[in-house]
């Protein structure tokens, strides 16, 4: 298991991606289950994604409206079967998928962790 990328929400991609000192977009799409515009930007060691939800029904739109910012990490795993293994092992919580994730080519876990925080694992079929 490697890190994969940080998630960040934010207001407007484009106004956050002027404020990094270094960024390379590696790949920006419309995501209509999210309902957000996802944007993979290559951060230099680490990936940063960015996720700018367009409606209220967006997963992260009420995580907007508190502020935004950090909002996940994510780990790179074999399968779905690591992904469940390394959930139960941290006594994490599932919260949704697996999924489709277009934008990192694979498929998605999120879980929430005991430090109540955000949690993904993507792997590529």
């Known amino acids: 298991m490697t890190i994969d990328h ?34 993979l930007v290559d951060g230099g060691t680490t990936r940063i994604e960015l996720i700018e939800p367009r409606s ?5 739109w009420n995580f907007l409206q ?16 690591e992904a469940k293994e390394a959930i139960r092992n941290a006594r994490m919580i599932l919260v949704r998928g697996p999924m489709e994730a277009p934008l990192l080519e694979g498929e998605v876990l999120f879980a929430r962790n005991r430090n109540r925080e955000m949690v993904e694992f993507v792997w590529r079929a």
């Open 56 to 60: 209220e029904e967006s997963f992260t």
């Open 6 to 39: 940080i998630g960040f929400v934010v207001p407007d991609t484009e106004a956050y991606l002027r404020h990094l000192p270094l960024h390379e977009v590696l790949k920006s799409l419309y995501d209509p289950l999210q309902q957000a515009q996802l944007t």
């Open 66 to 81: 508190k502020g935004g910012g950090w909002h996940h990490i994510c780990y790179a795993v074999a399968d779905e079967a």
